[in-house]
């Protein structure tokens, strides 16, 4: 099924994936306002930790509220859930208002804790409407694959749009145009009218509420209730973790493999946390060459220069996608190798990277390793539900978003203090060798298991 025939022929899903573009293109767009405030709030000396800490603050909520919101999304009406997480986010949004007026940083952090940890929410309620809005098994992945490949469209088109609209006319008119995105998407979600199927497995106490799922035995759940049931959530995610490892332990193809992306998050939480450093930077420079000949560049050249990398990331995601399902249609004998070699790759790309010393270059070579990383994304996370059984996929890959998580978001806080030292390129440089020596590392491991795929 093409991506066409899915929208053409599914109103409802058409209406939910709408509000993903605009609700994610609104996001991009005012991620390039917020980091480029930031650094200029933070002066000479702190803009390292400065862009650090709000990197943290847009990934921990997601990861300490993901449990959390699992509950809500399955007690509740995930419809009234999106909606309402849709209205809390356009509020919220509007606070980035009050810190550009105000030029506090810790409220820009406190604005962006507070919208990703209620984002979490409408990403869970999303990810489990999407069954219950589609028919066909065939349906169902081109639909995972689309909003996959949406999300990855919309870095790139969100943050072209910052740069032009925060170069234009201004960071107040991206945040408000960010906070009119969400109301736009809870409208497209509110017009959502009804499920087409029952969720595959689902019991026959399972019924249709307002177009998506709510378990029968939980009529009259109130939010209050799923609340109170929070701590057993956390509870739960800590056990699932605990048990994922202890059945990963058991199996040396997979242990390698959580050793090594304990690795990638380590070096990849740098590249996260320097990028818009380097956007900021770059976009200086170029500012400076160009002179007044480019006079919208040259009044605000940090958002321009952050804008141009992180829509090569985008970029480079899209062409990615196709790459890395061409390059990994192989035997799965050979994943292992592949995996190994792109992450190597992507640890080089890092090092070159952080050696570049003008814009483009560096946006040219921001594609290049985005593209990689899908390859070895994919070869990575075949590898892992082929090693793993059924019974055990769910705390595995809980373990793994647990282990990268914790890896990166203590990654970013460490290198924006390093970077603030030693220099941004030092520290980029330094996050791809980890990444370079996680790759090789693979290799090692393969070969003492006696292993070569």
Not at 4 to 13: E, H, P, W
Not at 178 to 204: C, D, H, Q, Y
Not at 250 to 260: G, I, K, T, Y
């Amino acid at each position: 099924m093409t991506y066409r025939q899915l929208l053409s022929g599914n109103a409802d899903f058409r209406r939910l994936w709408a509000g993903q573009v605009v609700s994610e293109v609104g996001d991009w767009l005012n991620n390039i306002a917020v980091l480029a405030l930031a650094i200029e709030l933070a002066g000479a000396g702190r803009v390292g930790l400065a862009v650090a800490t709000y990197a943290i603050a847009r990934h921990l909520p997601l990861f300490l509220f993901g449990p959390v919101a699992g509950v809500v999304v399955d007690r509740v009406s995930r419809r009234r859930v999106m909606i309402a997480a849709d209205v809390g986010r356009a509020g919220l949004a509007l606070g980035f208002l009050l810190a550009n007026r105000s030029g506090s940083l810790a409220l820009i952090y406190f604005v962006g804790a507070s919208l990703f940890s209620v984002s979490a929410f409408f990403n869970a309620a999303k990810r489990a409407s999407i069954p219950n809005l589609v028919g066909s098994t065939e349906e169902l992945l081109a639909a995972n694959s689309l909003s996959a490949s949406t999300t990855a469209a919309t870095i790139a088109v969100g943050s072209a749009l910052g740069g032009v609209v925060a170069t234009a006319l201004g960071r107040d008119t991206v945040f408000v145009l960010n906070a009119l995105t969400f109301l736009a998407s809870a409208e497209m979600i509110r017009r959502i009218v009804g499920g087409r199927r029952k969720a595959a497995g689902s019991s026959p106490r399972v019924e249709h509420v307002e177009g998506l799922t709510r378990s029968s035995q939980h009529k009259g759940f109130q939010l209050p209730a799923a609340i109170r049931l929070l701590p057993n959530a956390l509870r739960r995610a800590a056990a699932d973790f605990r048990e994922g490892l202890r059945y990963v332990r058991r199996d040396r193809v997979l242990w390698a493999v959580f050793v090594v992306a304990g690795g990638w998050g380590l070096g990849n939480g740098a590249a996260r946390a320097l990028y818009s450093l380097f956007g900021a930077s770059l976009g200086e420079q170029a500012a400076v060459r160009w002179g007044a000949s480019v006079s919208a560049v040259a009044e605000r050249p940090t958002d321009f220069g952050i804008s141009v990398l992180f829509v090569a990331m985008g970029l480079g995601g899209v062409l990615g996608a196709p790459l890395a399902r061409r390059f990994n249609s192989g035997a799965v004998e050979g994943l292992g190798a592949r995996m190994g070699r792109s992450l190597t790759l992507d640890g080089c790309g890092l090092l070159l990277f952080s050696l570049t010393p003008n814009l483009f270059g560096a946006a040219a070579l921001l594609i290049a390793r985005e593209m990689n990383f899908a390859i070895w994304w994919t070869a990575q996370q075949t590898l892992l539900m082929r090693r793993t059984e059924d019974a055990f996929a769910g705390r595995v890959f809980a373990s793994y978003e647990t282990l990268t998580t914790l890896m990166m978001v203590g990654s970013m806080l460490v290198s924006g203090a390093a970077a603030d030292r030693l220099g941004m390129r030092a520290v980029a440089a330094g996050g791809g060798a980890v990444i370079m020596l996680s790759g090789l590392l693979w290799f090692a491991l393969r070969r003492r298991d006696g292993e070569t795929g």
